[in-house]
């Protein structure tokens, strides 16, 4: 699980590769639920929102350069 105050230190271009590393991860569990392959369902679980973490910050930090 990702801690908000880890996320916060990181810089723009690192949360968006860190979005994008999650959301593979996510479709990957994803398919091992459907083929039936996926032991622990409570991943995926912990990916969404990990997820949302991530992008909650990345808006965040999106909206402090703008101004």
Do not use: C, W
Not at 22 to 41: H, V, Y
Not at 44 to 51: A, E, G, S, V
């Amino acid at each position: 699980m990702l801690k908000p105050e880890e996320l916060r230190q990181m810089t723009i271009q690192e949360l968006r590769e860190k979005e994008r590393e999650l959301s593979e991860k996510l479709m990957g569990l994803r398919f091992q639920k459907a083929t039936g392959e996926l032991e622990n369902p409570a991943m995926l679980k912990t990916m969404r929102r990990d997820l949302a973490r991530v992008k909650t910050i990345l808006r965040e930090k999106e909206l402090e350069e703008e101004r």
